[in-house]
């Protein structure tokens, strides 16, 4: 049983939880599946630092190699870390949509993040959003979330290393806009 080790990182601001939505509606905290989260790091300084602890390269030359993607190393979870971050910091209670199945291709999508718009409206109140970290990516699972629930979806949102654009009905915007949402 973990339930209270994740209570007390979350109250000692040591992590930002990301709860299991089950439906993307408003109201996410009653469509929390409970069993499922994600723990990101409120801190993602301290989390390269952990990270990269039995390197022997020196800190300051960890990050320049960081900064210009010299280092194999999990961007991905990286910059995940860091839009968790900000959008925690932003005063949003952090929600993914997961769903898997065996047989169905179509059933299988993670969605990095849910956002509810910040003025409910009738219907279309929550936003997708996902986290790209490469300047090459496909957005399958986000393509399969809104065929599937188009009908409670606002815009859909990638965050990436680009500039901002809206092509197909899908917001995008570079990753320092995170924190913006």
């Known amino acids: ?13 040591v992590v930002n939880t990301c709860f299991a939505a089950t439906e993307p509606t408003v109201g996410l905290e009653m469509k929390v599946e409970g069993a499922s989260r994600k723990l990101y790091m409120a801190d993602t300084g301290l989390l390269i630092s952990h990270a990269f602890t039995e390197s022997s390269i020196k800190v300051d030359e960890l990050y320049r190699k960081l900064l210009h993607n010299k280092l194999e190393s999990n961007m991905g979870m990286l910059v995940e870390n860091l839009i968790a971050q900000m959008l ?87 990753l320092y806009m995170g924190g913006l949402l």
């Open 1 to 13: 049983n973990v339930e209270t080790a994740f209570f007390w990182l979350e109250e000692s601001r």
């Open 88 to 174: 925690r910091s932003s005063g949003h209670k952090l929600y993914f949509y997961s769903s898997y199945s065996k047989t169905e291709a179509a059933d299988r999508m993670e969605v990095d993040f849910l956002i509810q718009k910040p003025s409910v409206t009738s219907r279309h109140n929550i936003h997708p959003v996902e986290v790209k970290s490469r300047a090459r990516y496909t957005l399958t699972s986000i393509g399969r979330f809104v065929r599937k629930y188009e009908n409670q979806l606002a815009e859909p949102i990638v965050l990436h290393t680009g500039d901002v654009k809206v092509e197909n009905g899908v917001i995008y915007l570079p």
